[in-house]
């Protein structure tokens, strides 16, 4: 499949490191990552709700919703809001192509031909995504488990206890494994933040052989993007504004307790291993640390399985197309022909 304009999007557990490779991405002369945004799920789950796409009034009702919605994050786009809406009603008419009409106007605020979107809980809804973008790729940032935790420890939005903290990761690095195996070749690649802040060159222009793009050396100094790609309030996303480093790998030491290190280990141990992080040889967690992660871990399994089976309920009616028809690779899938070369400038 031609990958001059598949949609990129980058996946991950949270502190994983993924705003630095969005700013990298977006450092690149053809590809636009915006900040992360807030409608793409909520928009794909009120789907009924938001009617049949073909219809020119439905487009307008969701591109209004997605433009000046409290909680969207459209205003950190940069873009004109009526202009928006008023591309979005002349996109085809799926779910997908007024949803990713907002990231085709926002690579074409900057000249780009491609777009690419950044949300580390994506990685649980990648197959969300594929219906949404069907020729989409997928990059996931792993990062050592211990050190991914103690950041999310420290962040003053993230509220739940260290049990939730070790789940996420190894939700991550699980939802990885059953992507490598499923999805379609050339549609997924796992990379370490270890190795890209130790050697960006060398593994940007691998990651440049999977988009298949030309690699550009301005994509290893993501700080000059950053005042552009970063909101300013998002003060935890300070390390961005300055160079590529190695100093916070395996700063875990450090930033947790022993009994957070024995359990993080005693839990992720193989998936640590099996992903080149050396354990530390600390003491087995105790059964109290050890059973509270497993109560943690099994509610948000249960959740999980509650929200699956309520999602193919509603597959059983859907309210119209979902597949973006932007791409000459999505409307090759779709049995159509590629857009007008007019109609593609009008519509960025």
Same mark, same amino acid.
């Given at each position: 499949m031609a990958t001059l304009d598949r949609p990129v999007f980058v996946i991950g557990c949270p502190r994983s490191g993924t705003t630095m490779l969005q700013l990298m991405?977006?450092?690149?002369?053809?590809?636009?990552v915006p900040p992360e945004t807030r409608f793409m799920i909520q928009a794909y789950h009120a789907r009924r709700r938001h009617g049949d796409m073909?219809?020119?009034?439905?487009?307008?009702?969701?591109?209004?919703?997605?433009?000046?919605?409290?909680? &969207?994050?459209?205003? *950190? $786009?940069? =873009?004109? %809001?009526?202009?928006?809406?008023?591309?979005?009603?002349?996109?085809?008419?799926?779910?997908g192509s007024v949803l990713g009409t907002v990231f085709r106007d926002y690579a074409a605020r900057f000249g780009k031909p491609r777009w690419g979107d950044k949300r580390p809980s994506y990685f649980k809804h990648v197959g969300m995504l594929l219906r949404l973008f069907p020729d989409a790729q997928f990059i996931h940032l792993v990062r050592d488990g211990r050190d991914c935790v103690a950041s999310l420890l420290e962040m003053p939005w993230y509220k739940l206890d260290v049990y939730h903290a070790i789940a996420n990761w190894a939700e991550a690095i699980d939802f990885g494994r059953h992507?490598?195996?499923?999805?379609?070749?050339?549609?997924?690649?796992?990379?370490?933040?270890?190795?890209? &802040?130790?050697?960006? *060159? $060398?593994? =940007?222009? %691998?990651?440049c052989g999977f988009i298949g793009e030309d690699y550009d050396p301005a994509m290893c100094e993501p700080r000059h993007v950053a005042q552009v790609a970063v909101p300013a309030h998002k003060v935890w996303h300070a390390n961005t504004h300055t160079a590529v480093t190695t100093a916070r790998s395996g700063s875990w030491s450090t930033r947790l307790e022993p009994w957070q290190i024995s359990l993080c280990e005693t839990v992720l141990g193989s998936r640590l291993e099996s992903h080149g992080y050396e354990l530390s040889g600390a003491p087995k967690a105790t059964r109290d640390h050890r059973t509270a992660y497993r109560?943690?871990?099994?509610?948000?399994?249960?959740?999980?399985l509650k929200r699956t089976g309520r999602e193919r309920l509603i597959r059983l009616w859907e309210p119209g197309p979902l597949s973006a028809l932007l791409t000459s690779g999505q409307r090759a899938l779709a049995g159509l022909p590629p857009l007008p070369h007019s109609q593609l400038v009008e519509s960025s």
């Amino acid at each position: 499949m031609a990958t001059l304009d598949r949609p990129v999007f980058v996946i991950g557990c949270p502190r994983s490191g993924t705003t630095m490779l969005q700013l990298m991405l977006h450092s690149h002369p053809r590809i636009a990552v915006p900040p992360e945004t807030r409608f793409m799920i909520q928009a794909y789950h009120a789907r009924r709700r938001h009617g049949d796409m073909r219809r020119p009034d439905n487009r307008r009702r969701l591109a209004e919703w997605v433009a000046g919605g409290k909680d &969207t994050k459209f205003r *950190e $786009l940069g =873009l004109d %809001r009526t202009e928006y809406v008023d591309h979005a009603v002349a996109a085809p008419g799926s779910l997908g192509s007024v949803l990713g009409t907002v990231f085709r106007d926002y690579a074409a605020r900057f000249g780009k031909p491609r777009w690419g979107d950044k949300r580390p809980s994506y990685f649980k809804h990648v197959g969300m995504l594929l219906r949404l973008f069907p020729d989409a790729q997928f990059i996931h940032l792993v990062r050592d488990g211990r050190d991914c935790v103690a950041s999310l420890l420290e962040m003053p939005w993230y509220k739940l206890d260290v049990y939730h903290a070790i789940a996420n990761w190894a939700e991550a690095i699980d939802f990885g494994r059953h992507h490598a195996a499923h999805l379609p070749a050339g549609s997924y690649h796992e990379l370490r933040y270890e190795d890209l &802040t130790a050697d960006p *060159e $060398l593994a =940007l222009k %691998r990651l440049c052989g999977f988009i298949g793009e030309d690699y550009d050396p301005a994509m290893c100094e993501p700080r000059h993007v950053a005042q552009v790609a970063v909101p300013a309030h998002k003060v935890w996303h300070a390390n961005t504004h300055t160079a590529v480093t190695t100093a916070r790998s395996g700063s875990w030491s450090t930033r947790l307790e022993p009994w957070q290190i024995s359990l993080c280990e005693t839990v992720l141990g193989s998936r640590l291993e099996s992903h080149g992080y050396e354990l530390s040889g600390a003491p087995k967690a105790t059964r109290d640390h050890r059973t509270a992660y497993r109560t943690t871990a099994a509610r948000r399994r249960g959740a999980r399985l509650k929200r699956t089976g309520r999602e193919r309920l509603i597959r059983l009616w859907e309210p119209g197309p979902l597949s973006a028809l932007l791409t000459s690779g999505q409307r090759a899938l779709a049995g159509l022909p590629p857009l007008p070369h007019s109609q593609l400038v009008e519509s960025s």
